[in-house]
């Protein structure tokens, strides 16, 4: 077996892992939202996941109801049906690109890649939208608003706390893992074949 298909076979391997993650992702939360009020003690959590919103999601939208907000579950109805099959065919391109050269190395993995930074784009989005189409017939009258993507915001007399989840930092893993596949395996690969060139010379 020549250096060059130990480095493919290598590489592969990295990249089935990143897919596995992504994929792996599908089953937890991308992002949680938990909400404080006097009534809530305890709080109430909606969980995002790519293809659904669970967890508190249906009460947070009745209280948001008061200042006008849309529900949450109206919210990336197009993403979440997409998601399942978006996510499978950015994973077999990743693994594609490990029997690539050249340009298509790179850009066939780049959809995975990018994954994470395009949820959180599409997240700070939909949170926009939300914070700035409110009903202006609502019991409670707000300026329009940005709603935290990361960290603690005041609505009215609701404290939110935003953060990201399982599912997100297992998408990132698998953009990071095909990063390094791509930084480390194709330098690796050249010089296994400038070291075996002479070997293999010399074994004549």
């Known amino acids: 077996m020549s250096a060059e ?18 994929a792996a992702s599908l089953l937890f939360p991308y992002w949680q939202l938990s909400l404080y009020a006097p009534q809530y003690p305890g709080g109430l959590r909606a969980m995002v996941y790519l293809t659904h919103v669970a967890g508190d999601a249906q ?10 907000m849309k ?4 919210a990336a109805r197009v993403e979440r049906a997409l ?26 993995r780049l959809p995975l890649v990018l994954f994470p930074l ?42 939110t706390v935003a953060s990201f ?3 997100f930092y297992l998408a990132l893993l698998a953009s990071l893992v095909a990063l390094y596949d791509l930084y480390c395996t194709q330098p690796g690969a050249e010089r296994a074949r400038r070291v075996a060139g002479p070997a293999e010379v010399a074994a004549r």
């Open 165 to 167: 989840h399982v599912g």
């Open 5 to 22: 298909t130990r480095g493919r076979g290598g590489t592969r391997r990295w990249l089935l892992v990143a897919a596995g993650l992504l």
């Open 71 to 74: 529900p949450l579950e109206e």
């Open 59 to 68: 009460e947070i939208s009745n209280l948001n109801h008061y200042i006008g």
């Open 83 to 108: 998601a399942v099959p978006l996510v499978l065919v950015f994973g077999v391109l990743a693994v594609a690109s490990g029997t690539q050269r050249g340009p298509w190395r790179w850009l066939l």
């Open 118 to 159: 395009g949820f959180f784009a599409d997240l700070s989005a939909w949170l926009w939208y939300y914070g700035h189409s409110m009903d202006p017939a609502a019991p409670i009258r707000l300026e329009p608003f940005m709603p935290v993507v990361l960290g603690t915001g005041m609505i009215a007399q609701f404290r």
